[in-house]
């Protein structure tokens, strides 16, 4: 009888801890749905706030740079581009503040399994880092994402892509503290552009050929900013070369190898060259007389944001932000329509 009574009482125990536990469980998976949830997303004040603060890492100012790049992460809940924590961490360490640049190393390495090995231990920018001895862990992190990283069916062409997407953006970065330093106009940005345009004609021949021999690829083929690559080049070509290739990338979106907001960057850029309004609103135009940027003529722009949306492109307002532009349908249409009366 002692023993039932035993066996009994542990059974109540037992059922009590795991109704405790479960209860635990859930509450626990309630509180971080809430604090997912609670997190703020806005792309378009990270845009800004990352373009100001590659300004101020351009006039050298890296202790204000880095306080901005945080400012952007914060708006974004710390879901940003690899690029951008890179340079934060090159910011936080010709500031001084080894602890917060290890932080963004840290997280580039572990989370977003950052592989470029050679472009970690041989920026001047991270030197102050060397000695500390979180730089061989982060170094050791690396080389092993590098070991591991995804494997491409055609590796030799990734590596010549990366090489073309380097050439491709690095000169264009280099643009806008060029013009806040000497003006728009000015014989130094005029110099620029003429290194970006040779730039663009040696990369467009390397792409034309890949395209011609092998179609669009996909990211398995050549991973993803080999993909993005073959885009940025023909968005950077001349008018017929992206009316040649526009099919295409259409044809390779319906298959899973382009992404469709890129598509939709080259189908505006496309129409405005012929002459017509862009669909998406991606294209962004600068008035000559005050200065102002605005969004290029637009179809339907009541409905603009639908389309985006068809496309994986965020609201409108946010992409605006960007250029300080304050999208208000009613006011662009007014705009919109001072301006075509003027070229008439």
Known sequence: MMKKI???????????????????????????????????????KYAILIKEALALYEQKDYSSAAKKFQEGFDAMGGDVADDDRYKAACANSLAGNSDEAFSHLFRLGNVSRYSNLKRLTTDPDLEFLHKDKRWDEIVEIVKWNKKNEPKYSDKPLAAKLEKIFTEDQKYRKQLPGIQEKYGIESKEVRAQWKIINEKDSLNLIEVRSILDTKGWLGPAAVGKKGNLTLFLVIQHADLGTQEKYLPMMREAVQKGNARPSNLALLEDRVAL???????????????KETGEAYVAPLIDPEHVDERRAKMGLGRLADYARRWDIIWDVKKYKETMARKEAKNK
């Open 273 to 287: 060259r012929q002459g017509k309004k862009q669909i998406y609103g991606s294209q962004i135009y600068t008035d």
């Open 6 to 44: 035993i066996l009994f009482l542990l059974a109540i125990v037992f059922w009590t801890a795991c109704k405790t536990q479960k209860r635990s469980v859930t509450q626990t998976s309630r509180t971080e749905k809430v604090a997912e949830s609670s997190v703020k997303v806005d792309k378009g």
